[in-house]
Nanobody, 125 residues
Framework: QVQLEESGGGLVQAGGSLRLSCAAS????????MGWFRQAPGKEREFVAG???????YYVDSVKGRFTISRDNDRNTVYLHMSSLTPDDTAVYYC???????????????????WGKGTLLTVSA
């Protein structure tokens, strides 16, 4: 059993920064890619950023240059540092893990192995 627990969400003003964290526990395979999705009200869950165990990363265009994903393999923790936030970034952010980053990149949410419960980010104008 694997658990993912996010933290760090909250309310931030437009232009501000925030860092999300996600810690994996249980029988977590360090080979897993880890990533972040988000779901805004009334919209589908979308992939945001991911990182392989090797450290290679992938971002969707809308967050490139603003978000940075990183991971601490010793702590089984992934981070998402977000800057230049806009109200369009408002969403529940979900941590995810899967053996293949491509599953997340392609948005195959039903195929993703593990999910956190989500943390809410609200960006005020």
């Amino acid at each position: 059993q694997v658990q993912l627990e996010e933290s760090g969400g909250g309310l931030v003003q437009a232009g501000g920064s925030l860092r999300l964290s996600c810690a994996a526990s249980g029988r977590f395979d360090k080979r897993n890619a880890m990533g972040w999705f988000r779901q805004a009200p009334g919209k589908e869950r979308e992939f945001v950023a991911g990182i392989r165990s090797s450290g290679s990363t992938y971002y969707v265009d809308s967050v490139k240059g603003r978000f940075t994903i990183s991971r601490d393999n010793d702590r089984n923790t992934v981070y998402l540092h977000m800057s230049s936030l806009t109200p369009d970034d408002t969403a529940v952010y979900y941590c995810a893990a899967d053996l293949t980053l491509e599953t997340m990149i392609r948005g195959f949410t039903r195929a993703v192995d593990y999910w956190g419960k989500g943390t809410l980010l609200t960006v005020s104008a």
